[in-house]
């Protein structure tokens, strides 16, 4: 039975919580919230103590939600969507916000609808202009740190600098594409070493998707030939609908409109990191920047509860 609620009870536990269980771990949930990995376990702890069961199944490899686990996530989630909600009425009554709000944005972006999510922000705060930049992670964040973007929406990689905070929303995967008509089509499931006689395309050398289908192939024993670099996700779609090789993709980008091909679906998959909001750790937000990152982190939790 749960135990009797405890006032010490606070949001940095269920934030700890849902972190853990979005990233797959301890490990990757401290590393994402820059945060030591025993100051979560210990939040964790406190809070199955808190509630008198037991929350997380821990394995060598992964957590697992217990069934308790899962029914204190879909509340711990609720509560910190209406926290976001909370602040943004708040704002609103403290002042009128205005100004404008410089996103940067991927075109990974996993289940996160962001035209919605914007046009629900303008609807709220009529006198806050979004202005939104497209790019590669690493060129976005070359912007933040400029301070000619206020934060960037996009794959949080394992090896943000630290003078970022990173606040992960939605979680995304990697597929493998090839065009129409390959051999592999019909296939319900690859491996990566089926295609590793073939020309790859991928992003340039630097960027996360390619540190990710290097790892990824040298765990199946082979080093890709990536024979064409493509500058946008969307340009790899492009190169492999044209026949010249073979590419991974986040499964968004492969499903997006654009040219067609083929999508599978990997035996054994590569960690994609979760996407989620980026800024600076000083200074701090401006105020319609900040209303903006909380009405984010919000949106996403309402979509996760769809």
Known sequence: MIADYDESM???????????VRQGGFTRAAEHLHVAQPAISAQIRQLEAELGVQLLQRTTR???LTHAGELVLAHARSILGQVGELRDSLAGLASVLRG??????????????????MAAFHARWPGVGLSLRSGLVTTLLAQLRDRELDFV?????????????????VEERIVLIARIGHPLEGARKVT?????????VCLPQGSGLRAILSAAAARE????????????????????????GVGLLARSAALAP???VGVHELKHPPPHPPIGLVAPRKPALAAPAQACWDHLSGFAAGMSKR
């Open 100 to 117: 404008t709000v410089r996103i940067g944005a991927t075109e990974v972006l996993g289940t996160l609808d962001l035209p919605a999510a």
């Open 221 to 244: 024993g082979f080093r890709p030939a990536v024979e064409f670099e493509a500058p946008s996700p969307a340009r790899i779609r492009d190169f492999v609908a044209a026949g010249l």
């Open 62 to 64: 992964r957590v697992e």
């Open 258 to 260: 654009g040219a067609p």
């Open 10 to 20: 606070d949001l940095r536990k269920l934030r700890y919580f849902d972190a853990v």
């Open 153 to 169: 929406v996009a794959p949080i990689h394992g090896d943000l600098p630290r003078r970022y905070v990173a606040l992960p929303l």
């Open 192 to 200: 990566l070493a089926a295609v590793r006689n073939e020309a790859f």
